[in-house]
């Protein structure tokens, strides 16, 4: 028999012809398997932008009340601050408190001026579509006496930071936390004083939310009565893809 050999196994030929027939038998099963690829992706051809499109992006914020400076005193013996964000109708709120308040703190074993130390932990996560609405930190501080009378101190406002952390960076000092001021409605006229005086309260606003727009805050009378200091961070993710590209 010409097609075996001596020992009994097939010869080359034979193997040659049964590995030719395989070889053509895989090419014919990719051919197929890419032509339905092909046909998939002929049907569906918004599958692959839709999923790279984002809808909105986030913004993740953590961080704390650190502190509050007085210079000439706090005029009470215990501060807490209650915050609030505000955010504009776009922003959303996924998790984390809307509103917080604070522990009472004192310096009185120390300076007049020392810092009241709050440490108040603040983490919050938005998301919107625009950036328009940017949220922002509004906090009303409150001054309480050894008889529990409380009155206010002032409010204090901030935006959240878009990068990285809310820091001002000095070649003296390298690292120092955020400050802005405390800011103390003043009477309007002089019988506002003396009846300010007289009971040991200031004047309130009745919306504090006024301070966070500038046209609604215009005629207002206020003084500076010392400063808040804030440590915050910010991430954020999914901007890009929406078309915005900030940079520190």
Same mark, same amino acid.
């Given at each position: 028999?010409?097609?075996?050999?001596?020992? =009994?196994?097939?010869?080359?030929?034979? $193997? *040659?012809?049964?590995? /030719?027939?395989? @070889?053509?038998?895989?090419?014919?099963?990719?051919?197929?398997?890419?032509?339905?690829?092909?046909?998939?992706?002929?049907?569906?051809?918004?599958?692959?932008?839709?999923?790279?499109?984002?809808?909105?992006?986030?913004?993740c914020i953590s961080g704390q009340i650190v502190s509050a400076t007085f210079p000439l005193g706090p005029d009470r013996?215990?501060?807490?601050?209650?915050?609030?964000?505000?955010? =504009?109708?776009?922003?959303?709120?996924? $998790? *984390?408190?809307?509103? /917080?308040?604070? @522990?009472?703190?004192?310096?009185?074993?120390?300076?007049?001026?020392?810092?009241?130390?709050?440490?108040?932990?603040?983490?919050?996560?938005?998301?919107?579509?625009?950036?328009?609405?940017?949220p922002q930190l509004l906090v009303t501080v409150f001054g309480s006496n050894g008889s529990g009378r409380e009155t206010?101190?002032?409010?204090?406002?901030?935006?959240?930071?878009?990068?990285?952390?809310?820091?001002?960076?000095?070649?003296?000092?390298? $690292?120092?936390?955020?400050?802005?001021?405390?800011?103390?409605?003043?009477?309007?006229?002089?019988?506002?004083?003396?009846?300010?005086?007289?009971?040991?309260?200031?004047?309130?606003?009745k919306d504090p939310k006024v301070l966070l727009d500038s046209f609604k805050c215009k005629g207002l009378s206020m003084?500076?009565?010392?400063?808040?200091?804030?440590?915050?961070?910010?991430?954020?993710?999914?901007?890009?893809?929406?078309?915005?590209?900030?940079?520190?």
């Amino acid at each position: 028999n010409s097609e075996t050999t001596a020992t =009994g196994y097939p010869s080359n030929a034979t $193997s *040659g012809r049964d590995s /030719g027939r395989k @070889q053509k038998h895989k090419k014919a099963k990719t051919n197929t398997a890419g032509a339905a690829s092909a046909a998939s992706t002929e049907e569906h051809p918004m599958d692959a932008e839709t999923k790279c499109t984002a809808s909105y992006f986030s913004l993740c914020i953590s961080g704390q009340i650190v502190s509050a400076t007085f210079p000439l005193g706090p005029d009470r013996e215990y501060v807490y601050c209650r915050y609030e964000l505000v955010a =504009g109708a776009d922003w959303q709120l996924v $998790s *984390g408190p809307q509103h /917080g308040l604070t @522990q009472m703190a004192t310096n009185k074993s120390g300076h007049f001026n020392d810092k009241i130390i709050f440490n108040m932990p603040i983490e919050v996560t938005y998301k919107s579509t625009s950036p328009f609405g940017w949220p922002q930190l509004l906090v009303t501080v409150f001054g309480s006496n050894g008889s529990g009378r409380e009155t206010l101190l002032g409010y204090a406002h901030v935006h959240l930071p878009v990068f990285g952390s809310r820091r001002h960076v000095a070649e003296a000092e390298p $690292s120092v936390l955020a400050e802005t001021p405390i800011l103390l409605p003043k009477p309007p006229n002089m019988l506002g004083d003396i009846t300010s005086w007289l009971l040991r309260r200031q004047p309130e606003l009745k919306d504090p939310k006024v301070l966070l727009d500038s046209f609604k805050c215009k005629g207002l009378s206020m003084e500076s009565y010392g400063t808040l200091e804030f440590q915050l961070h910010s991430i954020m993710r999914g901007a890009r893809k929406l078309g915005y590209h900030w940079h520190a």
